[in-house]
């Protein structure tokens, strides 16, 4: 058998789909398959209108965006139920390139391009193809009956796969893919004195993420800074803005600490009793996979509303839309060990360990299985 050529379809808004991309690419290459090719499409295609839209993106957090993203959101799901392909095939011209410069054997989509769809409708293209779904939710330009198989994060989402028509051994329970870093043994010891903070102290850790844009987050910040068993930890991402604010804002507190952009937040969340952060699918799915509570604050509407609203139904998550009774929340959930353990339970009854694995050896038994059918159908 030949080693396929893998070209994994992503983009970058809220860093999500990307970072899933390249969990997929690290498992590969991890178990021999170094040929992965990652790419932006919609930055392909159009680099200007890719920043553009990034930014339109961004304004979602903001109070007049929310509205507009949620028109957007659910407005293109009826579209894409009416499956008007032609309307949703923005990045096809640039794919049609990209697929006869690479030649890949296998697509995966990180992201509900429908360009595929149109590809391999408009070249009668046989090529195996197969959606990671990056949310606790299911959008529509998620599905097609051109794709192979679709791995998704919860058993709700598989019923609505299969309501909408998908047959049931196309859908595949298996989480959203996060780096192996999470996987890791950590000594909580070691980081606590690693980062300095006090042992007889809670860590409340904060990931602000693209919404730490709005004033929300020193809000949240100077309400629980003064608590007295309450230590901070703040991500800031690669808002430098806010970085700044916060370092100058809070630079003579011992209890707060402040980062920028990080690439070790499995260790921030190891020493961490609670985390607040949008709920973004790949976050959301750290958290559970370090077994940490979760406090979601206001979450834009679309895919994070969906994803805040399954966390809490599961009692994995405390959702508050205003900031003092979240941070009320907080301050009960840090006193109460109880209401903690719970929580854990929940986060632990529907997480998916080793998602990026389970997902890489599926697409590999469905493609070696793929090209067996081919050939036998050619003798």
Not at 321 to 344: A, D, F, H, W, Y
């Amino acid at each position: 058998m030949i080693l396929p050529k893998v070209l994994i379809l992503t983009t970058n808004y809220g860093n999500g789909h990307l970072q899933v991309a390249h969990s997929l690419e690290q498992e590969f290459a991890d178990i021999g398959i170094k040929n992965v090719i990652v790419k932006d499409l919609f930055y392909e295609t159009s680099p200007l209108l890719n920043e553009w839209t990034r930014k339109v993106y961004l304004k979602s957090y903001t109070t007049g965006g929310r509205q507009i993203y949620r028109f957007f959101y659910y407005s293109s799901r009826e579209i894409s139920k009416r499956k008007n392909l032609k309307l949703l095939s923005y990045g096809h011209s640039k794919l049609k390139k990209i697929m006869e410069q690479e030649q890949p054997n296998l697509i995966i989509n990180t992201f509900p391009f429908f360009a595929v769809p149109f590809h391999k409708n408009k070249t009668n293209s046989l090529l195996p193809t197969y959606n990671v779904v990056t949310d606790y939710c299911l959008h529509h330009l998620w599905v097609h009956p051109t794709i192979n198989k679709y791995y998704i994060a919860t058993p709700k989402l598989k019923d609505e796969l299969v309501n909408v028509g998908i047959p049931e051994e196309k859908v595949t329970i298996s989480g959203i893919p996060i780096s192996t870093k999470f996987d890791q043994p950590l000594n909580e010891q070691f980081l606590i004195q690693k980062y300095a903070l006090d042992p007889l102290k809670k860590t409340v850790l904060i990931v602000a993420g693209a919404f730490g844009v709005s004033k929300e987050m020193k809000y949240i910040c100077d309400l629980l800074k003064d608590d007295p068993i309450i230590q901070l930890t703040i991500v800031c991402g690669k808002n430098r803005e806010l970085y700044n604010l916060l370092m100058s804002t809070y630079r003579d507190k011992e209890n707060i600490k402040v980062f920028g952009y990080v690439n070790h937040i499995q260790e921030l969340l190891k020493i961490a009793s609670c985390v607040i952060t949008k709920p973004g699918g790949v976050i959301l799915t750290e958290a559970m996979a370090m077994n940490i509570p979760i406090i979601i604050p206001r979450a834009t509407p679309g895919q994070e509303k969906e994803n805040a609203l399954f966390f809490e139904s599961q009692g994995a998550a405390i959702r508050r839309e205003r900031v003092p009774q979240l941070v009320l929340e907080t301050k009960k959930l840090i006193r109460n060990e109880e209401k903690q353990l719970m929580m854990k339970a929940a986060l632990s009854r529907i997480h998916v360990p080793r998602s990026s694995k389970k997902i890489t050896n599926d697409i590999l038994q469905d493609f070696y299985y793929q090209q067996i059918h081919h050939q036998q159908t050619n003798i």
